[in-house]
């Protein structure tokens, strides 16, 4: 339960022997591979050595297809999800079946090919029904659309706006000739539709006197026929294309029974993705490619095993101190603890020279939460979760989120045992109802009865966890030799607490004393603070408010409980009132069921902070980078383990 101590690796391979090695790597899962820095510092060997180019771009090219193919057959032939289902178990071999991928790459391809299809009948279809709708206003001229005119008379279509009277449209073509007319063919609210018929030599001048009127010429190059002749056309055009789209819908949606296969081949490509990814950080010549990377120590015996395999040089190396900021940061838990990897990914991982806080931060997060919920009702629908989640082998957050629930239920249900809760007072106000008798479940305590028992033992609970903050940094600033600091920073408060518990027992004041020459001296021999003796004020001031603020911080473990209890019994008094137990229990379940999502929230929310506020700033250094191995990538199914 620690950090993982990790290795730097160094190795210098065949170029033809690559790929392969690459594949034994993804296989492995457990070097996190980086360009080689070292011998790029060399001026002379940055050189020699050029990128490596190993299909990246191909690779995420088909990622892409595959994923775009899946969405295509969820949008035509979505396929049925059982809630909660885990991913389907899928053998190692199985998932490196190229010629399966190949297969189903060339699925992906047609069906994306039939989608774009697809896309273009729809847009052709837009087009068409644009195409009837600009012929409609002219569906009453029974006149072929391309007749431009006669011997001596020329034709042409034109609008107006609506609000325009026809009377000024007849006004201002008169105006240019009297050799001229204009035929109304028809009107809507929008516009008004006309034809208009002149001598040959007048046709251009009566269009540029009408455009003075809002008038807008209309042309339909290319077609021939009446309107009418052309809206049945384009309308017999669109049932083909109905058609059309709903035959390569019928395609698309045969394929329906792939869908998992193409899942799978999503996940294989991801893999070679990240696979090419890795190996375009390699640096090589004509004959070598080189790589650097991290490993976790206890991985070096079966990597060396690896590489017996290949024509290649290698060496694994402890990090030395100036690496110590880019070493990446793997955390080793038992199944228990793992879930607090969920508080300290959220927060930030440890430097890679700090401790792990899993291990010291667990008995407090679980014994803060069940406190703070503290009902047995609740602590059975957590455990219930975090069961139902386990069984869907929830990866990442929902993994350490299910173990949560689970250590979080049972401390939960702890207790509500302890203080007699169960859905609040449900079970008291449900044998009134029925038979009219009281009852009550056995508790030591209860919240609202004993507040201020509560309220000492949260700070009491607090006081005991900040202590273990200070011994953890305690220990930390002895192994790095600063034992000045581990006195005067952890001791001297230790002898204070003990002195002043010494007091109130009324034994003796020596011990407080002592505690108290310390907190003078501590100043003066560190040298700490502005100066010497203002130091001895700076430091007593800003403990006593620290340690006096922190404590009070875990009043919060009261004030949760309380609430989460009222709130519970609220809402039972109010489904109680009208007497009928049917409406209790519907009024009773609504309530606790807002309650419980509250308080499932509010009381990790809380207690997230008083790790991290309370206790990681007695001893944490954060800042550690994630530990990212070449590993095999998928999102839709799970690799059996061999």
Same mark, same amino acid.
């Given at each position: 339960?620690?950090?993982?101590?990790?290795?730097?690796?160094?190795?210098?391979?065949?170029?033809?022997?690559?790929?392969?090695?690459?594949?034994?790597?993804?296989?492995?899962?457990?070097?996190?591979?980086?360009?080689?820095?070292?011998?790029?510092?060399?001026?002379?060997?940055?050189?020699?050595?050029?990128?490596?180019?190993?299909?990246?771009?191909?690779?995420?090219?088909?990622?892409?297809?595959?994923?775009?193919?899946?969405?295509?057959?969820?949008?035509?032939?979505?396929?049925?999800?059982?809630?909660?289902?885990?991913?389907?178990?899928?053998?190692?071999?199985?998932?490196?079946?190229?010629?399966?991928?190949?297969?189903?790459?060339?699925?992906?391809?047609?069906?994306?090919?039939?989608?774009?299809?697809?896309?273009?009948?729809?847009?052709?279809?837009?087009?068409?029904?644009?195409?009837?709708?600009?012929?409609?206003?002219?569906?009453?001229?029974?006149?072929?659309?391309?007749?431009?005119?006669?011997?001596?008379?020329?034709?042409?279509?034109?609008?107006?706006?609506?609000?325009?009277?026809?009377?000024?449209?007849?006004?201002?073509?008169?105006?240019?000739?009297?050799?001229?007319?204009?035929?109304?063919?028809?009107?809507?609210?929008?516009?008004?539709?006309?034809?208009?018929?002149?001598?040959?030599?007048?046709?251009?001048?009566?269009?540029?006197?009408?455009?003075?009127?809002?008038?807008?010429?209309?042309?339909?190059?290319?077609?021939?026929?009446?309107?009418?002749?052309?809206?049945?056309?384009?309308?017999?055009?669109?049932?083909?294309?109905?058609?059309?789209?709903?035959?390569?819908?019928?395609?698309?949606?045969?394929?329906?029974?792939?869908?998992?296969?193409?899942?799978?081949?999503?996940?294989?490509?991801?893999?070679?993705?990240?696979?090419?990814?890795?190996?375009?950080?390699?640096?090589?010549?004509?004959?070598?490619?080189?790589?650097?990377?991290?490993?976790?120590?206890?991985?070096?015996?079966?990597?060396?095993?690896?590489?017996?395999?290949?024509?290649?040089?290698?060496?694994?190396?402890?990090?030395?101190?100036?690496?110590?900021?880019?070493?990446?940061?793997?955390?080793?838990?038992?199944?228990?603890?793992?879930?607090?990897?969920?508080?300290?990914?959220?927060?930030?991982?440890?430097?890679?020279?700090?401790?792990?806080?899993?291990?010291?931060?667990?008995?407090?997060?679980?014994?803060?939460?069940? &406190?703070?919920?503290?009902?047995?009702?609740?602590?059975?629908?957590?455990?219930?979760?975090?069961?139902?989640?386990?069984?869907?082998?929830?990866?990442?957050?929902?993994?350490? &989120?299910?173990?949560?629930?689970?250590?979080?239920?049972?401390?939960?249900?702890?207790?509500?045992?302890?203080?007699?809760?169960?859905?609040?007072?449900?079970?008291?106000?449900?044998?009134?109802?029925?038979?009219?008798?009281?009852?009550?479940?056995?508790?030591?305590?209860?919240?609202?009865?004993?507040?201020?028992?509560?309220?000492?033992?949260?700070?009491?609970?607090?006081?005991?966890?900040?202590?273990?903050?200070?011994?953890?940094?305690?220990?930390?600033?002895?192994?790095?030799?600063?034992?000045?600091?581990?006195?005067?920073?952890?001791?001297?408060?230790?002898?204070?607490?003990? !002195?002043?518990?010494?007091?109130?027992?009324?034994?003796?004041?020596?011990?407080?004393?002592?505690?108290?020459?310390?907190?003078?001296?501590?100043?003066?021999?560190?040298?700490? !603070?502005? !100066?010497?003796?203002?130091?001895?004020?700076?430091?007593?001031?800003?403990?006593?408010?620290?340690?006096? !603020?922190?404590?009070?911080?875990?009043?919060?473990?009261?004030?949760?409980?309380?609430?989460?209890?009222?709130?519970?019994?609220?809402?039972?008094?109010?489904?109680?009132?009208?007497?009928?137990?049917?409406?209790?229990?519907?009024?009773?379940?609504?309530?606790?069921?807002?309650?419980?999502?509250?308080?499932?929230?509010?009381?990790?929310?809380?207690?997230?902070?008083?790790?991290?506020?309370?206790?990681?700033?007695?001893?944490?250094?954060?800042?550690?980078?994630?530990?990212?191995?070449?590993?095999?990538?998928?999102?839709?199914?799970?690799?059996?383990?061999?």
């Amino acid at each position: 339960m620690a950090i993982v101590k990790m290795k730097k690796l160094r190795l210098i391979a065949v170029r033809s022997q690559r790929d392969a090695l690459m594949g034994q790597l993804l296989r492995l899962g457990c070097v996190e591979v980086h360009e080689p820095e070292g011998m790029l510092s060399d001026p002379e060997a940055a050189a020699l050595l050029k990128p490596e180019r190993a299909g990246l771009t191909e690779a995420r090219n088909q990622e892409a297809e595959l994923s775009a193919a899946l969405k295509v057959l969820n949008r035509y032939a979505p396929a049925k999800k059982k809630l909660l289902a885990a991913r389907p178990l899928v053998e190692r071999s199985a998932f490196l079946d190229d010629e399966a991928l190949e297969k189903d790459l060339a699925l992906a391809r047609q069906v994306n090919g039939w989608e774009a299809e697809l896309r273009k009948a729809a847009a052709d279809e837009v087009r068409v029904r644009d195409e009837i709708e600009s012929l409609r206003p002219w569906e009453a001229l029974d006149m072929p659309l391309q007749t431009a005119g006669t011997k001596t008379c020329a034709l042409a279509l034109a609008n107006v706006p609506a609000e325009v009277d026809m009377e000024s449209v007849a006004d201002a073509a008169e105006a240019v000739t009297e050799e001229v007319q204009i035929v109304l063919v028809s009107s809507d609210e929008q516009q008004k539709n006309f034809l208009v018929i002149a001598m040959k030599d007048q046709l251009a001048p009566v269009l540029d006197a009408l455009r003075n009127v809002g008038a807008t010429p209309v042309s339909f190059p290319g077609l021939t026929g009446t309107a009418t002749a052309n809206i049945d056309a384009r309308k017999r055009e669109l049932e083909k294309l109905s058609v059309y789209q709903r035959e390569l819908a019928e395609r698309i949606a045969r394929e329906k029974d792939r869908t998992a296969s193409l899942q799978l081949s999503a996940d294989r490509m991801a893999t070679k993705a990240a696979q090419a990814e890795a190996a375009e950080r390699l640096r090589g010549t004509d004959s070598i490619v080189a790589l650097e990377g991290w490993c976790p120590a206890p991985a070096e015996e079966k990597l060396t095993e690896c590489f017996k395999g290949f024509d290649c040089a290698y060496e694994f190396t402890d990090p030395a101190p100036e690496e110590y900021p880019d070493v990446p940061v793997k955390l080793k838990n038992n199944p228990i603890v793992r879930p607090m990897n969920m508080v300290t990914e959220m927060y930030s991982l440890p430097a890679y020279t700090g401790v792990d806080p899993n291990p010291l931060m667990f008995p407090f997060f679980i014994l803060f939460y069940g &406190m703070m919920m503290a009902d047995m009702g609740y602590g059975l629908l957590m455990l219930i979760l975090g069961f139902v989640l386990k069984k869907t082998r929830p990866r990442g957050m929902m993994d350490y &989120m299910s173990g949560l629930l689970i250590l979080g239920g049972v401390s939960t249900f702890a207790f509500g045992a302890v203080t007699g809760g169960f859905f609040g007072d449900f079970l008291t106000q449900v044998v009134k109802l029925t038979s009219g008798k009281d009852f009550a479940l056995p508790s030591l305590f209860t919240p609202l009865d004993d507040t201020l028992s509560i309220l000492v033992g949260s700070m009491a609970l607090g006081f005991v966890h900040i202590v273990t903050g200070m011994a953890v940094s305690f220990v930390r600033k002895l192994k790095k030799g600063e034992i000045l600091d581990a006195i005067f920073e952890e001791v001297t408060w230790w002898v204070v607490f003990a !002195g002043l518990g010494c007091m109130f027992l009324l034994h003796t004041n020596i011990v407080l004393y002592v505690g108290l020459a310390m907190v003078v001296i501590g100043p003066i021999i560190t040298g700490k !603070g502005m !100066g010497k003796i203002t130091g001895i004020f700076g430091s007593l001031y800003n403990h006593v408010t620290g340690f006096f !603020g922190d404590i009070l911080s875990y009043s919060r473990l009261m004030a949760l409980m309380l609430a989460g209890s009222v709130i519970a019994q609220v809402f039972n008094t109010l489904g109680a009132i009208p007497g009928n137990i049917v409406v209790f229990v519907l009024i009773s379940m609504l309530g606790n069921a807002l309650n419980f999502a509250l308080n499932l929230l509010g009381c990790y929310v809380h207690d997230l902070r008083l790790q991290c506020l309370e206790f990681f700033n007695k001893f944490y250094e954060d800042g550690g980078k994630p530990f990212r191995p070449l590993d095999m990538q998928t999102k839709f199914v799970d690799i059996v383990k061999e």
